[in-house]
Nanobody
Framework: QVQLVESGGSSVQAGGSLRLSCAASGRSFDRYAVAWFRQAPGKERDFVAAISRVSSGTYYADSVKGRFTISRDNAKKSVYLQMNSLNPEDTAIYYC????????????????????WGQGTQVTVSS
């Protein structure tokens, strides 16, 4: 099993940047694909980005492609989401999620595909 804790959420103005972190505890973090999802008030939890076990594969929602970058450091058991050019539509609670996968697996984009979740971190972007 793995436990996940997000951090780095904050309030920023449009055009600003934030870096979210997802710290994992437990063994064998390098066996997990990790994704970021976000949920705005009254909306469903949406896929943002995902990264494969060994960083060779990164995947993004169209809405964040070119602005957000997902990365991981398996030695630190952490995954990061660098968010640039933020706009008010990015306002949401951001969650990281993990799934144990074989090395060739493309991470799923559906929330139901992940059994492990963090508690979320709030990102607020003002215009």
């Amino acid at each position: 099993q793995v436990q996940l804790v997000e951090s780095g959420g904050s309030s920023v103005q449009a055009g600003g940047s934030l870096r979210l972190s997802c710290a994992a505890s437990g063994r064998s973090f390098d066996r997990y694909a990790v994704a970021w999802f976000r949920q705005a008030p009254g909306k469903e939890r949406d896929f943002v980005a995902a990264i494969s076990r060994v960083s060779s594969g990164t995947y993004y929602a169209d809405s964040v492609k070119g602005r957000f970058t997902i990365s991981r450091d398996n030695a630190k058991k952490s995954v990061y989401l660098q968010m640039n050019s933020l706009n008010p539509e990015d306002t949401a609670i951001y969650y990281c999620a993990a799934k144990s996968v074989i090395i060739t697996t493309i991470p799923p984009r559906e929330p139901d595909g992940y059994p492990y979740w963090g508690q979320g971190t709030q990102v607020t972007v003002s215009s």
